[in-house]
């Protein structure tokens, strides 16, 4: 059974940094797609970022130039480095794991991770 724990959320200032992980087992390989979503209060989750196991990477607009994505393939881990935070990124941040079906953005993920919360105060 393929397990995602995500870590690495916290309270932090306006402007400054966090680094998630999402750490990954239960599966014997690492080719797969990886991606972050997240999901503030009374909003839809929405898609944040995505990372193929090449190495290529896909970023909503709203996180481009301020998020990085990046993944340990021998670690099974994935990274989602924050930079520049404001208010607008608090949220619950999920893992997810295995494109399926349809696109990074909208499309079907197999496996998800319970979640981590992230604050950015003014």
């Known amino acids: 059974q393929v397990q995602l724990v995500e870590s690495g959320g916290g309270l932090v200032q306006t402007g400054g940094s966090l680094r998630l992980t999402c750490a990954v087992s239960g599966r014997t390989s690492s080719r797969y797609v990886m991606g972050w979503f997240r999901q503030a209060p009374g909003k839809e989750r929405e898609f944040v970022a995505s990372?193929?196991?090449?190495?290529?990477?896909y970023y909503a607009d709203p996180v481009k130039g301020r998020f990085t994505i990046s993944r340990d393939n021998t670690k099974n881990t994935v990274y989602l480095q924050m930079n520049n935070l404001n208010a607008e990124d608090t949220a619950v941040y999920y893992c997810?794991?295995?494109?399926?079906?349809?696109?990074?953005?909208?499309?079907?993920?197999?496996?998800w991770g319970q979640g981590t919360q992230v604050t950015v105060s003014s």
């Open positions: 997810a794991e295995e494109l399926i079906l349809g696109t990074v953005v909208s499309g079907t993920w197999k496996n």
């Open positions: 990372i193929w196991f090449s190495g290529t990477t």
